[in-house]
């Protein structure tokens, strides 16, 4: 760890930084590396994590320096009178003389604005608003890599005086977590089986593998006798699609519907060979913990800055349709409105990849950054 002699230029001489950053699962976990990076970068200032309550338990073995609290938006903190609230309890209690904003909202302008007129330096992010529009429109589309959301958090550090090193290794950089730790999902795993995570829903249709083509992948791949499967889900229809199937297939266990926490579902991901996604919350929380994940891409794409954290480009499945991207979060209708970028996609394409990262880990191992 860095001693304050060789510690990175903080010309601010910042001690407490307020983050903040509310939103949903995956935009909340796509935080973390830059997070752990900006305290072990900066071992000797306090990192004061803002999100909501249900998003603390992503921020698994924390380092030392970063503490995470949770707000109820929807109760405690409701508005900007809940803001003003709790940035005022926030600068009392932990003395907070810089904010880095990585959602730029409403709420967090406020903040901003409060902090400024205490004469307290922020920072914000660039979520690159005009350049997403030119990538996803109809016409005139301009398809080219934009600048990726982890890039976008790093440089929003770089902008209130802290640029940051690379640091963080994932959640589980040395091993996978102890079986100890996922025991209420599941006792040890056999260790000459293969382990399978699938997540077949997302928010948007647009970003959802039709169900019964889903289905069929799922059959191929319990049809082997070395693999396990578990399936992570959410709401009511969720848990029933995701319980039939176990019902029907071998090795099949369903998560969907169970709230053991975002802490001992990673424990679980970080001892899964693969995960198979959407581009959707899973994606980035199966990154986290060092898994290759096999993405499955509709109406986003991953031009649009959304990519997993070293996540290999071999791994993601798309189809070359000129019409994609047409949305940056799958929200807009087809142009087509048949979702050919989704149906297109034949279940054997998910199988084979699948299972050729199951008989090469060499190869599965192989990611970018």
């Known amino acids: 760890m860095n001693t304050k002699e060789n510690e990175p230029c903080n010309p601010r001489n910042l001690h407490n930084v307020l983050i903040v950053r509310f939103s949903a699962i995956g935009d909340v976990a796509m935080t973390v590396p830059s997070v752990y990076d900006a305290c072990l970068t900066y071992p000797n200032v306090r990192f004061i994590m803002l999100t909501r309550p249900s998003m603390v338990s992503i921020f698994a073995n924390k380092p030392d320096n970063l503490v995470v609290i949770g707000a109820d938006l929807k109760k405690d903190y409701k508005g900007l009178s809940g803001m003003r609230r709790i940035f005022s309890r926030l600068r009392h209690q932990y003395k907070i003389d810089g904010v880095v904003d990585l959602h730029d909202t409403l709420r967090t302008k406020y903040i901003r604005l409060i902090a400024s007129l205490m004469r307290i330096p922020c920072a914000h992010i660039h979520k690159g608003k005009e350049s997403k529009r030119a990538l996803t429109r109809h016409e005139n589309k301009v398809l080219l890599q934009l600048e990726t959301t982890r890039s976008r958090y790093r440089n929003t550090f770089s902008r209130l005086g802290l640029p940051l090193e690379e640091h963080f290794d994932g959640l589980y950089p ?15 795993l056999s260790p000459e089986r293969h382990w399978i995570g699938i997540a077949p829903f997302a928010k948007h249709q647009g970003k959802i ?21 578990f399936l992570f889900g959410g709401g009511d229809d ?24 975002f802490g001992v579902e990673l424990a679980l991901l970080s001892n899964l060979d693969c995960m198979l996604s959407m581009d959707s919350a899973n994606m980035h929380l199966a990154s986290l913990v060092g898994i290759p994940v096999v993405s499955v891409w509709g109406a986003t794409h991953p031009y649009c800055g959304f990519k997993g954290w070293r996540q290999s480009d071999s791994n993601m499945i798309q189809l070359p349709l000129t019409c994609r991207p047409c949305s940056v979060f799958g929200d807009k209708p087809c142009y087509r409105g048949d979702y050919l970028c989704l149906s297109g996609i034949k279940p054997r394409l998910i199988v084979d990849k699948i299972f050729s990262l199951l008989d090469s880990p060499d190869s599965a191992a192989e990611s970018q950054s």
Do not use: C, F
């Open 174 to 188: 040395n091993s996978p977590a102890p079986s100890i730790d996922y025991s209420a999902i599941s006792g040890p």
């Open 209 to 229: 593998y039709p169900i019964d083509l889903m289905e069929e992948v799922v059959k191929e791949l319990s049809s082997r006798e070395d693999v396990g499967i």
């Open 238 to 261: 969720e848990k029933a699609v995701l319980a039939n199937w176990a019902s029907h297939y071998p090795r099949v266990r369903s998560l969907a519907g169970e709230r053991y926490g």
